[in-house]
């Protein structure tokens, strides 16, 4: 029977809420329009920090207007009915929205970081931080300008709450992924260690992901589709499905 299950969302599970993907194959992905090598790594930030922080600024207004959509709202069901019956689930997400929180999620692993959040390079205070950001903003903290980031792993950083990423991964019966294209490490490398640990995988996506041949099921179509679709059946038809 299913007690811990362990899932992994990317940009797929917030494309149907307006904010882009990245490589997707039928859409105009983020990094379609924008150079992901002159925009989330430190190098950008710190030889071009305006085109940088101009680029989250951009990021964090399109996010004001979005709304989580069924499939968020369906993982906030799941992880509360795992509860009730004294399962767990872990969520972990590749996304920088809080598009989760926002439908009632309560316990998000962010391992890219937060849109919504700011970083100071002077005192590593981290702070809610909704609004523009720029270089002249004093840390609220340490007071120094000049210092302020969005907290937000760029490529070539390590992604956060690895260790606790891993534990969860050792301890679950099931391993899903959901709206990723499997294309950036180490998240894409999360099913094979799944695989290690003896976990059943499942892919839910819109298309097949560049591991998708490491999953044991996969279901495609739209996330605000599929996703409920899943839950439903989990609560509805009994725990005993995609289980090891
Ligand atoms: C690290 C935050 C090591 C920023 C992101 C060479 C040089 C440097 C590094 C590397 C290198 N080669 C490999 C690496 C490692 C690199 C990497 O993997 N690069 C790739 C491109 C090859 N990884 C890193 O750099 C990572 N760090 O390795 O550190 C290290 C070790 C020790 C000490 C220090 C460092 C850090 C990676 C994190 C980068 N930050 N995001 C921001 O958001 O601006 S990555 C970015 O891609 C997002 O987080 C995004 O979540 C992530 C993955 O993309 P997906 O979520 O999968 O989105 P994508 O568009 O790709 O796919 C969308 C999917 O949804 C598709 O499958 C589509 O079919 C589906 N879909 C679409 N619509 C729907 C849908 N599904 C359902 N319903 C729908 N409606």
Redesign the pocket.
């Known amino acids: 029977m299913l007690k811990h299950i362990f899932v992994l969302?990317?940009?797929?599970?917030s494309?149907?809420s307006g904010l882009?993907?990245?490589?997707?194959?039928?859409?105009e992905?983020?990094?379609a329009r924008f150079d992901?090598m002159k925009?989330?790594t430190p190098e950008a930030f710190a030889g071009n920090p305006e085109d940088v922080l101009a680029?989250?600024d951009m990021?964090r207004r399109n996010l004001a207007n979005a709304k989580p959509n069924a499939?968020h709202r369906a993982l906030a069901r799941l992880e509360g009915a795992l509860a009730a019956r004294g399962g767990r689930l872990t969520l972990v997400?590749?996304?920088?929205d809080d598009l989760h929180e926002r439908a009632g999620s309560r316990n998000v692993i962010h391992m890219?970081?937060e849109?919504l959040k700011a970083r100071c390079q002077h005192c590593s205070s981290v702070r809610l931080w909704p609004e523009d950001l720029s270089p002249a903003d004093a840390c609220p903290d340490c007071s120094r300008t000049g210092g302020l980031r969005p907290h937000?792993?760029?490529?070539?950083?390590?992604?956060l709450h690895m260790d606790e990423i891993d534990r969860a991964l050792s301890q679950a019966d099931l391993f899903v992924a959901?709206?990723?294209?499997?294309?950036?490490?180490?998240?894409?490398g999360f099913v094979a260690d799944a695989r290690a640990y003896g976990l059943r995988t499942f892919e839910?996506?819109?298309?097949?992901?560049d591991n998708a041949d490491l999953f044991d099921e996969q279901r495609y179509?739209?996330?605000?589709e599929?996703v409920p679709a899943w839950v439903e059946e989990l609560v509805t038809k009994g725990w005993a499905r995609n289980d090891r």
């Open positions: 969302t990317g940009a797929g599970v494309a149907e882009g993907t990245f490589r997707d194959k039928r859409g992905g983020i990094w992901p925009l989330a680029f989250y990021r499939a997400t590749q996304n920088i890219h970081g849109l937000v792993v760029w490529f070539g950083e390590m992604p959901i709206g990723t294209s499997g294309a950036v490490y180490p998240a894409a839910i996506n819109m298309d097949p992901a179509g739209p996330a605000s599929t």
